[in-house]
């Protein structure tokens, strides 16, 4: 039996999560965004499972290619372009589509004597303030692009919310608003909605909604789960019990001896740790689900184990297995008590995690 952390990923439950958006945005096409290996579900195997996405959003080259090498053949967008002239004929010949958001990629596109055309995507900075245009440029790069004989007909217009994971937050309406304005005059396809903005500001879906997080069944808001979302969790991540001992009253547990028994109670070892991409920040009562009710994690996380308190009657036995995270157990829990975000505990995900596949 493997004693290394297992991340079972559901493949059903993310082509459900996908029919979810859809019936969210039924006027919408998606834009199934992969970044960061499938928001560490696998790129390829993601890709491959959702049939029914109309495009793929990828963050750099690499990850678009990988996916042309695994013979996917759904259009692909870089959502942050490109940043050299060379890269516009690898574009061109994988069939990858470019966000365009600086004036150095404009030029280049201007410059260039590229042997076909491109699809592009203009992003417009609405508050964000990390990537996109300034809205006072937004026309002179629109004019510019549509003269460009590198660029398909037809340029779309995309923007990216600071702030639509607060509901009601102003931030997202003054965002909106500066969209809807500039491009009041332009019949061009839009996309403004991440998932937080799929689930909480319909009137931002636009002709393109970009759901990443959700797609793995996961909500975007800091105090809910995607279940209250109707999304099923599509990763599961588990190991297995190592040792099982006991404690007595006022023992420590860990490095730093940080954790100390109240009571004489039974000590669990888990083969999982910081070194597979479980949180070292979660503190001391993270739940851990094993044999049907949840423990707290009791101690720090070590590199290749945790320690949680069985509880002074336990019945666990060698070889159980305990869930980290999964359907049993809400992945926006575990990222409260780590204080992070799930979003980045499915990054952290390391090699040493074996992967399977449930269709
Ligand atoms: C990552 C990303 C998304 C998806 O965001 P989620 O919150 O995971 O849905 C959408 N658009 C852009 C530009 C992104 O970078």
Redesign the pocket.
Known sequence: MSRRPVAQINLAALQHNLARVRALAPSSQVLA?L?ANAYGHGLVRVAQALTDADAFAV?RIDEALALRTAGIVKPIVL?EGFYEAAELPILLANNLQTVVHNELQLSALEQTSLDGQLKVWLKIDTGMHRLGIEPAQFELFYRRLWQCSAVLPGIRLMS?FCCADERGSERTSQQLAIFSELIRDKADQCSLA???AILAWPQSHGEWV?????LHGIS?FAEQTGQQHQLLPVMRLSSRLIAVRQVQQGETVGYGGQWQAKIPTTLGVIAVGYGDGYPRHACNGTPVWINGREVPLAGRVSMDMITVDLGPNAHDKLGDEAVLWGPELAIERIALSAGTIP?ELLCNITPRVDYQYLS
């Open positions: 965004v970044k963050a959502l990216h991440n998932s937080a970009r759901p990443g997080l959700m975007p979003y």
